[in-house]
C-alpha cells in the first residue's frame, strides 16, 4: 500500500511518501510496524493523539481495518480560519 505523510509527519521522518508491504491488519498494527522500523518512524509516532489518519482517502480512526486498502495518510489535525 501507499503510505502518504503530511506536513510535520513528513519532516520527521523525512520523505513524503513510501510503499509499504506489511502484515498490519489495522492502521494502529501498521503504526506499530513503522515505530519498529527506525528512530525517525518512532519519533513521528509517539503520540498518535496528535494524529490523524485517513484510509483510500477516507478519514477515519486507528483501529480501521487495512484488508484491500491501496492508501493511507497520517498528517495533524488541521484547523479552518
Known amino acids: 500500500m501507499n503510505v502518504l505523510y503530511f506536513?510535520?509527519?513528513r519532516e520527521r521522518i523525512g520523505i513524503p511518501r513510501e510503499a509499504v508491504?506489511?502484515?498490519a491488519t489495522t492502521v494502529m498494527?501498521?503504526?506499530d510496524e513503522l515505530r519498529g522500523r527506525e528512530e525517525r518512524y518512532a519519533a513521528?509516532?509517539?503520540d498518535i493523539t496528535a494524529l490523524?489518519?485517513?484510509v483510500d482517502q477516507q478519514l477515519?480512526?486507528?483501529d480501521a481495518p487495512l484488508d484491500g486498502v491501496r492508501e493511507?495518510?497520517?498528517f495533524p489535525p488541521m484547523t479552518g480560519g
Open 72 to 74: 493511507i495518510a497520517f
Open 29 to 31: 498494527d501498521l503504526v
Open 21 to 23: 508491504e506489511t502484515k
Open 44 to 46: 513521528a509516532f509517539a
Open 52 to 54: 490523524r489518519v485517513a
Open 7 to 9: 506536513a510535520w509527519v
Open 60 to 62: 477515519t480512526e486507528f
